[in-house]
C-alpha cells in the first residue's frame, strides 16, 4: 500500500506509526509546507517545555524508517495539487493541523495590536511563518484572552527572564525583544467560571514560580471554596481551584502581575484622550449558565493576544466546515480515497497524545477500505517533482538542518532554530 501523509506534526507521525504497525510494508510519502518536519511540537510547544518536546525522539525513529519518504518545502494545493496525490497514491491522509486563528469578533479591534497565539507561539518557537511577527513590548498591560494552557504559555513566555529560559529553545530575537519589555500586568481574561478553565494544573502551578510576576485572582475566594465545598467536583477542577487560591497566599516583592479576570467577555476597544482600552462585559452565573451584565471594566492595553481556539488552513479541493475549524469528514473520511487525522479532522483540543487513538482507529479504517491499485508511487511522484522542477527538502537534508541548529545554539540553550527558507538553503548547499 502506498499513503501519502500531508503535514508532519504529532497526528501526522500517530498515524505514520498506525500504519507501520499495522501493515510494516506500507510505503509512507510525508509532505510538510515547511523546511523541518515535527509541526506543533516544534513549533507550539512552548520552548521551556523540553520534555513534553520529547516526543520527537519517537517521531525520529519513525521518519528514519526505510519505507518512509519525507518531503519539506512542499505545500499541497500550491506545489503540488491535492488531486495529483490522489491519482498518484493508494490513500491520502490529511494531517496538517489547524494552524491558524480562530478570529475575535469585538469592535473597533484595529485600534491596537491584535495577535492570534498560533502567531505569537509560532514567533517565539522560530516558526518561518511568523519570526516576522516583531511585537512591541514597550507597554504596560498586555491582554491575554482565553483560559486554556495555551494562554499560560504565552503568559509566561512573556513574563520569563532570560535565566529562566536557560535549557530552552527559545528563539534569540524573541528572548531580547522580550527582555526589554516594559510589560507590568499581563491580564489572562476568561469569559467563565474558575471551575470551567481548561488549564492543567502542571501548567497553572509554573505561574507561581515566576521570577519577577506574581500571580494574582481577581474572583471571590468564597466563591472557589464553594467549589471546593461540592460533592460531585472534578479532580481536576479541585487541583486548579486550589493552585488559584495558593495564589493569594504567596509573599513576594514583586510588583509586576499576571492577573486572572474569570466572567468577563471583550466587547471593543475604545480610545480616551489617546489611550485604548479593551472593554470587558462583566457576567455573571444565573443556573449554571453565563449571562452578560450591564457592568463593564476597562483594561488599559495597546497589545492583545488571542488564545481561543484554531482552525485549518483551507486546501484547495477539501470542504471546511462554516468557520474553517476542520475539513468536513464523516469518521476520519473527506471523500473517495482521501481522509483525515488529528485536529484537521475535529476540534483541535487535546494534548500531543491524544491524537494518538484516532490515527490508530483511521489506519484501521483505511486498510479495511481501500485495495491497492497504485503501484510506484514515489517514482511517479519524483517523476512529477522532475518535470515540473519542483525543488524540496528531504530526511536527509533535516538531518543536516537539525545538526546545524544544535551545534549552533548558545550557550545555556538546546538549539538555535533556522528560520528564513533561503539561508537554509543555502547552507544544505555548502
Known amino acids: 500500500m502506498n499513503i501519502a501523509i500531508i503535514g508532519s506534526g504529532p497526528s501526522a507521525f500517530y498515524t505514520v506509526q498506525s500504519f507501520l504497525r499495522e501493515n510494516p510494508s506500507t510505503n509512507i510519502d510525508v509532505f510538510e509546507k515547511l523546511p523541518a518536519p515535527f509541526g ?91 519570526s516576522n511577527l516583531s511585537p512591541n513590548f514597550n507597554c504596560k498591560n ?26 530552552s529553545d527559545i528563539m534569540e530575537y524573541a528572548l531580547s525583544a522580550l527582555n526589554q519589555s516594559s510589560v507590568e500586568n499581563i491580564y489572562i481574561i476568561g469569559r467563565r467560571t474558575p471551575k470551567d478553565a481548561k488549564f492543567t494544573i502542571s501548567e497553572l502551578r509554573e505561574m507561581a514560580d515566576l521570577k519577577l510576576y506574581k500571580p494574582e485572582v481577581d474572583y471571590d475566594e468564597k466563591e472557589m471554596l464553594k467549589v471546593l465545598e461540592s460533592n460531585d467536583i472534578d479532580t481536576k477542577v ?24 474569570f466572567l468577563s467577555t471583550p466587547s471593543k476597544v475604545v480610545n480616551e484622550d489617546g489611550i485604548n482600552y479593551l472593554i470587558l462585559n462583566k457576567n455573571k452565573v444565573i443556573e449554571n449558565k453565563i449571562v452578560s451584565t450591564d457592568t463593564i471594566e476597562k483594561i488599559p492595553t495597546d497589545l492583545i493576544i488571542t488564545a481561543i481556539g484554531y482552525r485549518v488552513s483551507p486546501i484547495e479541493g477539501l470542504e471546511t466546515e462554516p468557520n474553517n475549524n476542520f475539513f468536513v469528514n464523516k469518521e476520519g473520511h473527506i471523500k473517495e480515497n482521501i481522509y483525515t487525522s488529528g485536529w484537521a479532522s475535529g476540534a483541535s483540543v487535546g494534548v500531543i497524545g491524544s491524537n494518538k487513538i ?6 484501521k479504517k483505511i486498510i479495511s477500505e481501500v485495495s491497492p491499485n497504485k503501484n510506484n508511487a514515489n517514482n511517479k511522484l519524483l517523476e512529477y517533482f522532475s518535470k515540473n522542477s519542483i525543488s524540496y527538502l528531504t530526511k536527509e537534508d533535516w538531518k543536516k538542518i537539525d545538526q546545524i541548529e544544535i551545534e549552533s545554539a548558545n550557550e545555556n540553550f538546546t538549539r538555535n532554530k533556522l528560520v528564513d527558507i533561503e539561508s537554509i538553503n543555502n547552507k544544505l548547499r555548502v
Do not use: M
Not at 491582554?143 to 504559555?153: H, K, S, T
Not at 479541585?238 to 502581575?257: G, Q, R, V, Y
Open 40 to 130: 506543533l511540537v516544534r513549533y507550539g510547544v512552548a520552548p521551556d517545555h523540553q520534555k513534553t518536546k520529547n516526543i520527537i525522539r519517537l517521531f525520529t525513529k519513525y521518519l528514519y524508517e526505510n519505507n518512509v519518504n519525507y518531503y519539506g518545502n512542499v505545500e499541497i494545493g500550491k506545489t503540488i495539487a491535492l488531486e495529483t496525490l490522489s491519482n498518484i497514491y493508494d490513500a491520502v491522509v490529511v494531517s496538517s493541523g489547524a494552524p491558524e486563528d480562530k478570529n475575535l469578533s469585538i469592535d473597533n479591534k484595529s485600534k491596537v495590536k491584535i495577535y492570534g497565539s498560533a502567531q505569537f507561539v509560532g514567533w517565539y518557537n522560530g516558526n518561518p511563518i511568523h
Open 358 to 363: 484516532g490515527a490508530s482507529l483511521l489506519v
Open 142 to 167: 498586555i491582554v491575554i484572552i482565553g483560559n486554556g494552557n495555551v494562554a499560560l504559555d504565552c503568559a509566561r513566555v512573556i513574563a520569563k527572564t532570560k535565566e529562566e529560559f536557560y535549557e
Open 238 to 261: 479541585k487541583k486548579n481551584i486550589e493552585a488559584l487560591i495558593d495564589f493569594k497566599k504567596i509573599s513576594t516583592d514583586n510588583k509586576k502581575k499576571v492577573i486572572f479576570k
